[in-house]
């Protein structure tokens, strides 16, 4: 692995604060790159950014147009945007659609769909203007394949989907190459909180047993597995690699 394979670039990750944002950000970090980081949380990126030397920090919702728009202004302060992670994101209601609160479900596609749309709109001109750039985006393998736990979340994720390879088409051509990973089952807060909405102790531990027996490794990923991937997904090497939804599952959709 290079260590400069970044060097000069601005990147803007959303959802920095924590799990796979802070991984990826720890990345490209390492390997040279300017770094916006956005999330909600003061304190998680902070904490981030502790060990990101240089990062300049803004919080704000990745689901308010004005939020976003400030952290993209402000990574064009210190260079034009040329790589974009959207890494915010949410599991929404583990519970049947038929249960699903109207306001869960908007709050959910606003975070995980609309979030990463108003990340692209808000870097798409400063990608432009520079010559070209590399979007990725967090989906799911949710996204490629239902799911009776999060019935919620994997529409959400389908849709992030079909908005990479939408975007992919859609930009091809001005040098912007878009693409999203799908992780399957990944040692994050987010998979913790899926085990501890399942309730009382047992009810816990059966449903982790159960995601773990989804992957024919038997194990769940690490946080640096998918970060690796991403950072694959926006370097040099991948430049013919444009709308791909790539999974990082340890074989679950094989």
């Given at each position: 692995?290079?260590?400069?394979?970044?060097?000069?670039?601005?990147?803007?990750?959303?959802?920095?604060?924590?799990?796979?944002?802070?991984?990826?950000?720890?990345?490209?970090?390492?390997?040279?790159?300017?770094?916006?980081?956005f999330d909600r949380s003061a304190e998680g990126l902070a904490e981030t950014a502790a060990v990101c030397p240089g990062a300049v920090t803004v919080v704000g919702d990745a689901a308010d147009a004005?939020?976003?728009?400030?952290?993209?202004?402000?990574?064009?302060?210190?260079?034009?945007?040329?790589?974009?992670?959207?890494?915010?994101?949410?599991?929404?209601?583990?519970?049947?659609?038929?249960?699903?609160?109207?306001?869960?479900?908007?709050?959910?596609?606003?975070?995980n769909v609309k979030g990463t749309w108003l990340a692209v709109r808000a870097v798409l001109p400063?990608?432009?203007?520079?010559?070209?750039?590399?979007?990725?985006?967090?989906?799911?393998?949710?996204?490629?394949?239902?799911?009776?736990?999060?019935?919620?979340?994997?529409?959400?994720?389908?849709?992030?989907?079909?908005?990479?390879?939408?975007?992919?088409?859609?930009?091809?051509?001005?040098?912007?190459?878009?693409?999203?990973?799908?992780?399957?089952?990944?040692?994050?807060?987010?998979?913790?909180?899926?085990?501890?909405?399942?309730?009382?102790?047992?009810?816990?531990?059966?449903?982790?047993?159960?995601?773990?027996?989804?992957?024919?490794?038997?194990?769940?990923?690490?946080?640096?597995?998918?970060?690796?991937?991403?950072?694959?997904?926006?370097?040099?090497?991948?430049?013919?690699?444009?709308?791909?939804?790539?999974?990082?599952?340890?074989?679950?959709?094989?």
């Amino acid at each position: 692995m290079r260590a400069d394979r970044f060097t000069g670039q601005m990147a803007l990750v959303t959802g920095a604060g924590s799990g796979l944002g802070r991984a990826t950000a720890l990345g490209l970090a390492r390997e040279g790159a300017r770094l916006l980081l956005f999330d909600r949380s003061a304190e998680g990126l902070a904490e981030t950014a502790a060990v990101c030397p240089g990062a300049v920090t803004v919080v704000g919702d990745a689901a308010d147009a004005k939020d976003v728009a400030a952290a993209a202004a402000r990574a064009a302060e210190l260079g034009p945007v040329t790589l974009l992670v959207t890494a915010a994101g949410m599991l929404g209601p583990a519970k049947p659609l038929a249960e699903v609160e109207e306001a869960e479900w908007d709050r959910l596609f606003a975070v995980n769909v609309k979030g990463t749309w108003l990340a692209v709109r808000a870097v798409l001109p400063q990608m432009r203007a520079a010559g070209g750039g590399s979007i990725v985006a967090f989906a799911s393998t949710a996204g490629l394949a239902g799911s009776a736990t999060l019935p919620a979340y994997s529409a959400s994720k389908g849709a992030v989907v079909m908005l990479t390879r939408s975007l992919a088409l859609s930009h091809a051509a001005e040098g912007i190459r878009v693409n999203c990973v799908c992780p399957g089952s990944i040692e994050t807060p987010m998979l913790d909180a899926t085990f501890a909405a399942a309730g009382d102790p047992a009810a816990r531990a059966a449903r982790e047993a159960a995601f773990r027996a989804r992957h024919p490794m038997l194990r769940f990923g690490k946080a640096e597995e998918v970060s690796e991937t991403v950072l694959f997904l926006l370097s040099p090497a991948a430049g013919f690699i444009t709308g791909v939804a790539l999974p990082v599952d340890g074989g679950r959709l094989a």
